[in-house]
C-alpha cells in the first residue's frame, strides 16, 4: 500500500489527472501524468473487472504495481499526480518483467530519475 503522502485517492483529483493529464500507453500499462504542487508525487493504480474476474487476481496485480512504486520511490521525481491503468497483457507478467516494464515507462515519460544508480 502506498504511504497516505502518496496516495491518490479523491475522485476529484483522479478525474483532474485524467483530464488534464497527459497520457502514456504501452502494451501493459497506461499512464496519466499531471503536475501537481505538492513535494510528493502521488499514485493511483485502476485495474477494471474485464482484466480478470476474479478478485484475488486483481489485487495481486495492484499489489505487485504498487510495491515497484513503493521500492522506486526516491527515483521518481516529486510534484506528480499518477493514475496507472492495467490492461489485459499484464496477467501472466513476472515481478521483474513488470519492474523493468515499469520502470521503463516511467523514464519515457520524464519522471524517473536513474542518476542514482
Known amino acids: 500500500?502506498?504511504?497516505?503522502?502518496?496516495?491518490?485517492r479523491k475522485t476529484k483529483e483522479i478525474e483532474k489527472t485524467f483530464?488534464?493529464?497527459k497520457s502514456f500507453y504501452n502494451n501493459l500499462l497506461g499512464f496519466k501524468v499531471f503536475k501537481n504542487d505538492l513535494n510528493e508525487s502521488r499514485f493511483c493504480v485502476i485495474i477494471s473487472a474485464k482484466i480478470s474476474k476474479k478478485a484475488v487476481e486483481r489485487n495481486k496485480i495492484k499489489r505487485r504495481v504498487r510495491a515497484v512504486i513503493n521500492n522506486d520511490l526516491g527515483q521518481i521525481k516529486k510534484g506528480f499526480d499518477v493514475v496507472i491503468i492495467v490492461t489485459k497483457n499484464i496477467i501472466n507478467l513476472g515481478f521483474s518483467?513488470?519492474?523493468?516494464?515499469?520502470?521503463?515507462?516511467?523514464?519515457?515519460i520524464g519522471i524517473y530519475d536513474d542518476s542514482f544508480l
Open 1 to 8: 500500500m502506498f504511504n497516505q503522502n502518496n496516495r491518490l
Open 19 to 21: 483530464k488534464n493529464g
Open 97 to 108: 518483467d513488470l519492474k523493468q516494464e515499469i520502470e521503463d515507462s516511467l523514464k519515457k
